[in-house]
């Protein structure tokens, strides 16, 4: 047991740093699957075991948005008594822009994906999970991070601020929020990119990707959760307490490093560029293909 929760403790830990900074946790996490896989419930077959850690690195990520929230709370309340009512109407346009934002990666993940598996008998997950995938997005994108960083050097930015972000812009960054449907991607690797595009400065493309963060890992968490729910329910597969317990630590462990990682990135953006985490996207997704093709 013990052994279990210390992995849960570890998958917490990467889950809360690589959550944020555009670097792709899932291909952190399949790369610590491979070297630390969970045992919670080895004993209840392959199946049970491919659903459950499904859920798992999904479902941790409920730890992090409770960060941004927590965070962010006094900028996202839009019911905050010491607001002023235009102060109030702002943060409704926030929220407004966000969910905006939001339309098309739900879109995919739930419209597009169940059209695709009712026509090929696979959701997209099925035809694109893979190593091979994971590592090719980590190195293009790791590519693109470091040549708009240089495109974009010296010049001045249209929008320093998310209030500044207009409906039209959200939506296009939400346009790019979709291609984080593709593993090593990024979801916030995905938006901080498209926002750097249209010209949107570090900052705000950070603090942006945070709140669109909400509504698109609290859905997904959903999704999954219910679709494991569903799975036991159909099976009748009684879930080990220790599987609860190592998801609930997991969650723990992920909402109080995503606090410091969320800050030590608004920091950091401040002062530098996003050229570093493309030179790490680049290195880590030549481990992951010297890794795969070495074992």
Known sequence: MIIEIIKAVIYGILEGITEWLPVSSTGHLILLEELLPLSVASDLGATFAEEYFSMFEVVIQLGAILAVVVMFFSKLNPFAPSKSSA??????????????????????????????????????????????????????????FIVIERLHKGKECRVNSVEDISFSQAAAVGCFQMLAIIPGTSRSGSTILGSRCIGISRSAAAEFSFFMGIPAMAGASLIKGYGFIDYVMETGVSVPALAWITLAVACVVAFAVSMVAIKFLMDFVKKHSFSPFGVYRIILGALVIIYFLAR
């Open 87 to 144: 102060v109030k109407k702002g943060t409704w346009v926030l929220w407004a822009k966000v969910l905006v934002a939001s339309v098309p990666a739900a879109f995919v993940g739930i419209v597009l994906d169940k059209v695709i598996e009712k026509l090929s008998g696979r959701d997209i997950d099925g035809w694109i999970y893979n190593w091979q995938v994971v590592a090719a997005a980590l190195i293009i994108y790791g590519v693109l």
